[in-house]
């Protein structure tokens, strides 16, 4: 009785529609660029056009590019500090994020859209706002 008890329990609190941590998890590297000024690690994480906004100046780039008008960002404003304040996780396919980014000219503000594709996490759209 007690087995049957327990086993009710558990089913009880058990939620399959809950995602594996693993998910949770794949933004880690994303995060960890940032924080390192790293837009080579970076963008290994693009889809192969994003949308990309460095306090307004506003474009769709290529992979490629982005990553050097990143390069070009982190340069000028080398990290200090960044930490992720909000992340929705709600849907199976798109993922929202924002931190703040201390760097060498101040605060930004940092919105990081990606997408579920397969087994990775694509950024398709990256907005560095000054705060």
């Known amino acids: 009785m007690l087995l049957l008890k327990f086993i009710f329990a ?14 949770f998890t794949q933004i880690d ?15 290994r994480y693009f889809n192969p056009s994003i949308s990309l906004n460095i306090n307004g100046q506003q474009g769709d780039y290529s992979k490629t590019q982005a ?3 990143l390069r ?7 990290p200090i500090d ?11 396919t798109h993922r929202t994020y924002v931190g703040e980014y201390s760097g ?3 605060r ?6 990606a997408s579920q594709i397969e087994d990775s996490l694509k950024v398709y759209s990256l907005d560095f706002v000054k705060s």
């Open 10 to 23: 558990i089913l009880l609190f058990w939620d399959p529609s809950e995602p594996r941590d693993e998910e």
């Open 29 to 43: 590297p994303i995060l960890s660029a940032i924080e390192s000024g790293s837009s080579s690690d970076l963008a």
């Open 67 to 69: 990553e050097l008008v």
């Open 104 to 106: 060498g000219s101040g």
């Open 82 to 92: 960044f930490s992720l304040i909000f992340k929705s996780e709600t849907t199976s």
């Open 108 to 113: 930004f503000k940092v919105f990081i859209k």
């Open 72 to 78: 070009e960002f982190f340069k000028k404003n080398p």
